[in-house]
């Protein structure tokens, strides 16, 4: 069996899907989303990799290796940013909102099976 996941892991993963799904794309690429109007060349684009990069390691929590980002450290150790996306995905356990009819509950440490066209069908009835 594999190893429990360690909450800092644990802490990683959830962090970098929601940052980079939904916050860091509108970072890197702002006209893109409608946040800016002119297309950032340059100089522009450049502050804005470091703005991400920088954001990147306070959400994780993890420290800069380099020099020049070193000072940046003491303010990740103290950011209570990582705790921001522990809140947001904190929910309780399925079977505290979902109920599980009597004749399932024989059954309902069995793995579910779906379908990958199953799937398609949910995706485009919810589209």
């Known amino acids: 069996l594999d190893p429990p996941l360690r ?3 644990v802490r990683v993963v959830i962090s970098d ?3 980079n799904c939904f916050i860091g794309r509108g970072i890197a690429n702002p006209e893109a989303y409608g946040i800016i109007t002119e297309i950032p060349t340059g100089r522009g ?3 804005l990799q470091i703005v991400l990069e920088v954001l ?3 959400a994780r929590g993890s420290l800069f290796e380099d020099a020049g980002f070193g000072l940046m450290n003491a303010f ?3 950011s209570q940013f990582a705790s ?3 809140i947001l995905v904190a929910v309780d356990e399925p079977s505290s909102y979902l109920e599980v009819p009597g004749h399932l509950g024989s059954i309902s440490n069995q793995p579910v099976i779906i379908h990958p066209n ?3 069908n949910i995706h485009r009835m919810l589209l």
């Open 7 to 9: 909450e800092a892991d």
């Open 17 to 19: 899907f929601i940052f």
């Open 45 to 47: 684009r450049r502050n």
């Open 56 to 58: 990147q390691h306070v």
């Open 76 to 78: 990740i150790q103290q």
């Open 84 to 86: 921001y996306f522990e």
């Open 118 to 120: 199953d799937l398609f």
